[in-house]
């Protein structure tokens, strides 16, 4: 073998074993940095009382839209992901799944349905739902969405609690 060809297989072998030791200081980092945020005054909460916090977060008007409001789905799912304490918290909850916002994408509600695991429902129909009527200007895709919707709450029509509607009824 000559001398390049041998150099070229140090510096892989040696690369490889940097990139060990790299692997395993992320690894501690990771730890350490998740043991920091456990020393946070937020995390000293109980989480019953976090969870509490999650329950309450209020309906909020949506910046580009004054006549629609922001679901408080939408904030539990953001708080689900700040940490990993509070996304097993979340998705461990299945209260704060009971009211699935239909302003969002059919995967979605079937997702928070999911995580309602067997908790009764609380359905909502938004003014997006129904105050725009179906129309042949709609696309075949806008259609289907809606016709996934109402798939996804009757499949649980045994779980529904209630059902309410905001808009204007024709």
Do not use: Y
């Amino acid at each position: 073998l000559d001398e390049p060809h041998i150099q070229t297989r140090i510096g892989s072998m040696l690369a490889m074993e940097i990139d060990h030791h790299l692997g395993q200081l992320a690894g501690i980092v990771r730890t350490l940095n998740s043991r920091k945020k456990e020393l946070s005054p937020i995390s000293m909460l109980p989480v019953e009382l976090l969870l509490g916090i999650f329950l309450r977060l209020p309906a909020r008007l949506n910046p580009w839209s004054s006549r629609r409001l922001i679901h408080p789905n939408a904030d539990r799912l953001h708080v689900s992901q700040v940490c990993r304490a509070w996304r097993d918290l979340c998705v461990g909850s299945p209260v704060l799944w009971t009211d699935p916002s239909f302003d969002v994408h059919p995967d979605l509600i079937e997702e928070m349905i999911r995580r309602s695991q067997e908790t009764p429902l609380n359905i909502h129909l938004s003014r997006m739902i129904i105050d725009t009527p179906l129309s042949r200007t709609h696309s075949h895709d806008q259609i289907s969405r809606r016709t996934e919707l109402v798939k996804g709450v009757l499949k649980n029509a045994e779980r529904i609690s209630t059902i309410t509607a905001e808009g204007a009824w024709h």
